[in-house]
């Protein structure tokens, strides 16, 4: 193969490669922009704009797709070792990023539910928590554009936050529930959807431990703080 030839196919090897890094980027500030969204709208009350949202979802998924087979094509080159990583990388992360997707939806279809009672006080502590899972999600987005495993790594120590957050906000509807049985309905519903937003960082701590793999491969990963005690509450 002529030198030409060969810088060509390299060439345009790595703008495909800048291609999908765009795309799955792309997606995630879509999935950001639906969580914000959704929290937006289970502050305002708003059905009409919860079904907005709820819709948009499709709009992720078709992006999964597209990335998905944008993969495949890269992996049909063979490509070299960190490229392998960056194409193993980039399902994972698509992946991460649709779930956020689905959690974001999730969160605006049980707002409609939760709009048929009265405001509950929690719902500031839910806007608390969701606030954060956005703030991660954008900053892991940056970690992974920049391959940057020390900022993925904090971002990954960071998730203790949401775990601490969730667990306060749980324990307060178990006590408002077990003080007021009208409100076991629109606080399970809370619950339900502060659930949603912890898993969101769940998936942005899988995006930076991604970040990791990436650049360093298989090399272990240092051990993380956990600090979900949901299902250690104490009744």
Known sequence: M??????HIVKS???????????????????????EAALDVVKRRDDKAAERIVA???????????????VMKLALRGPMARD???????????????????YAANVAKRSTALNLAPPLPQV??????????????RDVLTAYRDSDVEAA????????????AYTALFRELLTYMMEDARAITPCT???????????????????????????????????????????????
């Open 2 to 7: 002529g030198t030409n030839m060969h810088d």
């Open 13 to 35: 090897y790595d703008e495909e490669q800048k291609r999908l890094l765009n795309e799955t980027l792309r997606m995630g500030e879509m999935a950001a922009a639906q969580l």
């Open 56 to 70: 948009n979802d499709d709009a992720l998924d078709a992006l999964e797709q597209e990335i998905s087979h944008d």
């Open 84 to 102: 392998l990583r960056e194409i193993l990388a980039a399902i994972r992360v698509a992946s991460d990023i649709e779930r956020i997707g689905d």
């Open 124 to 137: 500031s502590g839910l806007h608390a928590i969701g606030t954060l899972a956005v703030q991660q999600l």
């Open 153 to 164: 790594q904090r971002i990954r120590d960071r998730d203790a936050e949401i775990d601490t």
């Open 189 to 235: 519903h809370l619950l339900f959807m502060a659930k949603n937003i912890e898993r969101v960082g769940d998936h942005a701590t899988n995006i930076a431990e991604n970040v990791w793999f990436l650049v360093k491969g298989e090399e272990q990963l240092p051990p993380r703080d956990k600090r979900d005690e949901s299902n250690t509450v104490a009744p």
